[in-house]
C-alpha cells in the first residue's frame, strides 16, 4: 500500500468544499439537516441500494445523475427517510432539492446546479418540508471548511458516535485529499451500497471517472459489511469531485491506480467505523473466505456467515461453535467439499481439511472473546477469495429495535 496521511475534517478536508450541520427538528434532538458543495460544483457519481421499493431521495437522486453530470453538492436529513410517501413525499424531496441548489447558487454566485438528496429515518411519514426549508436556511448561514465534523453528525440516527475519515496522497508530485462521512448503525445489509455515505475529494474527475473508480471501492468496502441482513430502502453512497487541486485522475492510468488506492482505504474506514457503531455491538468480527472455487462463491460463503443469526449470536456469547461457520458455509450455495474445509478462529485452527483439531475449541475460546474476532475459512478448491466485517447479535439490538418507532 502506498503512503496516505490520514487527516482531520472528514468531506471538508479536501480544498474548496464546504459543510454544515444544523437541527431543524426532524428529530426529538441534535443535528438533523446538513449542506456539502462546492462553489466550483462537482462532477458526482453515486451508487444505490437494490432494495426494489426505495425511498424518494433514492429516485431523485438517480435521476439527477442520469440527466447531468455536475452538481452544486447534496442536502441530507436524518430522521425521517421519505420511504413510501406518495406524491406528497416526492414533492418534499423535490422541493428540498430545489431550495439546496437555489440557496448555493446565491450563496456562491454561480448558475443553479442541481442538488442531490439524502434522507434517512423512519418509514412511511412525510417530511415536513417547512422544518427542512428552514434548516437549508440555516446551514447556508453555517456552511464551513470546518464543518466536516458537524455534517457527519446531522446524518446519524441511531449511530452513537459521528463517522469521519480523510486521507492525502501524492500523484504526479501534487497533493490530492480524499474526505467521507458516513451513517448507519441498524437495517445494514450489503448489496450495491448500504447506509449513507458522502465521500469528496480535490481531484479533477469526470462523471464516467468517478463512477468507475466508486463501483470497486464500494464492492470491497461497504458491500462486504452486514449488521443485520436488512437492506435499507435509502442507501446510498455518493462521490463529488471538484477538481480544485488542479489534478486529473484516469481510470486505468496511474493516477487512477493511486486514487483508487486512497479511495478504497477511505472506505474499508468508514465501513469498519459502522460495524465497529453496529446498534447493541459487544464485539465485532472478520471472516476471510479463501480457497473458494471462484470469487463469487467466496462472498457467498462470507456473506451467509455473517448473516447467520447462529453465528452472530456465538460471536456475542464468545463462544467458539466453529458448527456454525460449516452449516453457513454449507447453505450459502457456494460450492464446498466437506473433506477440503478448513476453519481458524484467530490463530488457532479447529478444523482441518473436514477434521476436528483436538482441543481447538478450547484453545479457541481466548480469540472468540477478544473485541475484535478474526475468522479464517478455507475451502480449499481454488483461488477465489473475499472478505465480510459483521457484528455479533445482542440483548441491546433487540430492544433497540422493538423500541425504535415506539
Known amino acids: 500500500m502506498m503512503?496516505?496521511?490520514?487527516?482531520?475534517?472528514?468531506?471538508?478536508?479536501?480544498?474548496?468544499?464546504?459543510?454544515?450541520?444544523?437541527?431543524?427538528?426532524?428529530?426529538?434532538?441534535?443535528?438533523?439537516?446538513?449542506?456539502?458543495?462546492?462553489p466550483r460544483g462537482c462532477a458526482a457519481a453515486g451508487l444505490f441500494t437494490t432494495n426494489?421499493?426505495?425511498?424518494?431521495?433514492?429516485?431523485?437522486?438517480?435521476?439527477?445523475?442520469?440527466?447531468?453530470?455536475?452538481?452544486?453538492?447534496?442536502?441530507?436529513?436524518?430522521?425521517?427517510?421519505?420511504?413510501?410517501?406518495?406524491?406528497?413525499?416526492?414533492?418534499a424531496a423535490k422541493e428540498m432539492s430545489s431550495a439546496a441548489a437555489t440557496l448555493f447558487a446565491a450563496l456562491w454566485g454561480s448558475d443553479e446546479r442541481p442538488a442531490l438528496v439524502a434522507q434517512t429515518g423512519i418509514i412511511g411519514e412525510v417530511p415536513a418540508i417547512d422544518?427542512?426549508?428552514?434548516?437549508?436556511?440555516?446551514?447556508?448561514?453555517?456552511?464551513?471548511?470546518?464543518?466536516?465534523?458537524?455534517?457527519?453528525?446531522?446524518?446519524?440516527?441511531?449511530?452513537?458516535?459521528?463517522?469521519?475519515?480523510?486521507?492525502?496522497?501524492?500523484?504526479?508530485?501534487?497533493?490530492?485529499?480524499?474526505g467521507g462521512a458516513a451513517k448507519g448503525a441498524g437495517m445494514i445489509?450489503?448489496?450495491?451500497?448500504?447506509?449513507?455515505?458522502?465521500?469528496?475529494?480535490?481531484?479533477?474527475?469526470?462523471?464516467?471517472?468517478?463512477?468507475?473508480?466508486l463501483v470497486p471501492a464500494v464492492n470491497e468496502s461497504f458491500n462486504r459489511i452486514s449488521i443485520d441482513g436488512d437492506m435499507s430502502t435509502s442507501d446510498m453512497c455518493l462521490l463529488l469531485a471538484n477538481g480544485e487541486s488542479g489534478v486529473a485522475v484516469e481510470p486505468g492510468a496511474e493516477s487512477g491506480r493511486r486514487f483508487a488506492q486512497a479511495l478504497a482505504a477511505l472506505c474499508e474506514a468508514l465501513a469498519v467505523d459502522l460495524v465497529r457503531d453496529a446498534e447493541g455491538v459487544t464485539r465485532i468480527c472478520r471472516v476471510d473466505v479463501l480457497g473458494a472455487a471462484s470469487d463469487d462463491d467466496a462472498v457467498r460463503a462470507a456473506r451467509a456467515v455473517a448473516e447467520s443469526?447462529?453465528?452472530?449470536?456465538?460471536?456475542?456469547?464468545?463462544?467458539p461453535n466453529w458448527g456454525r461457520l460449516w452449516m453457513a458455509v454449507g447453505?450459502?450455495?457456494?460450492?464446498?467439499?466437506?473433506?477440503?474445509?478448513?476453519?481458524?478462529?484467530?490463530?488457532v485452527s479447529v478444523l482441518e481439511t473436514g477434521t476436528p483439531k483436538p482441543e481447538g475449541k478450547r484453545l479457541a475460546a481466548g480469540?472468540?472473546?477478544?473485541?475484535?474476532?478474526?475468522?479464517?475459512?478455507?475451502?480449499?478448491?481454488?483461488?477465489?477469495?473475499?472478505?465480510?466485517?459483521?457484528?455479533?447479535?445482542?440483548?441491546?439490538?433487540?430492544?433497540?429495535?422493538?423500541?425504535?418507532?415506539?
Do not use: Q
Open 3 to 38: 503512503d496516505l496521511e490520514w487527516v482531520d475534517g472528514g468531506v471538508t478536508a479536501p480544498p474548496g468544499f464546504l459543510a454544515a450541520g444544523v437541527r431543524c427538528g426532524l428529530k426529538s434532538k441534535g443535528r438533523d439537516l446538513g449542506l456539502l458543495g462546492s
Open 52 to 91: 426494489t421499493m426505495p425511498g424518494w431521495p433514492v429516485v431523485l437522486s438517480r435521476e439527477i445523475l442520469a440527466e447531468c453530470g455536475k452538481v452544486a453538492g447534496v442536502v441530507a436529513n436524518s430522521g425521517v427517510s421519505n420511504v413510501a410517501t406518495g406524491a406528497a413525499g416526492l414533492a
Open 131 to 178: 422544518r427542512i426549508r428552514s434548516g437549508i436556511a440555516d446551514a447556508g448561514l453555517s456552511l464551513s471548511e470546518d464543518g466536516g465534523p458537524d455534517f457527519a453528525e446531522a446524518i446519524m440516527t441511531t449511530d452513537t458516535v459521528p463517522k469521519s475519515r480523510a486521507v492525502r496522497l501524492k500523484i504526479g508530485g501534487s497533493v490530492v485529499t480524499v
Open 189 to 213: 445489509a450489503p448489496n450495491m451500497a448500504t447506509m449513507l455515505a458522502f465521500l469528496t475529494t480535490d481531484a479533477a474527475l469526470t462523471p464516467d471517472a468517478a463512477r468507475a473508480l
Open 309 to 319: 443469526p447462529l453465528v452472530k449470536s456465538a460471536l456475542f456469547g464468545s463462544d
Open 331 to 347: 447453505k450459502s450455495g457456494a460450492r464446498a467439499d466437506a473433506s477440503r474445509l478448513s476453519i481458524r478462529i484467530g490463530d
Open 367 to 406: 480469540p472468540m472473546g477478544e473485541p475484535e474476532v478474526r475468522i479464517t475459512i478455507d475451502l480449499g478448491l481454488g483461488d477465489g477469495r473475499a472478505h465480510f466485517w459483521f457484528s455479533d447479535l445482542t440483548y441491546e439490538y433487540v430492544r433497540i429495535n422493538a423500541e425504535y418507532h415506539t
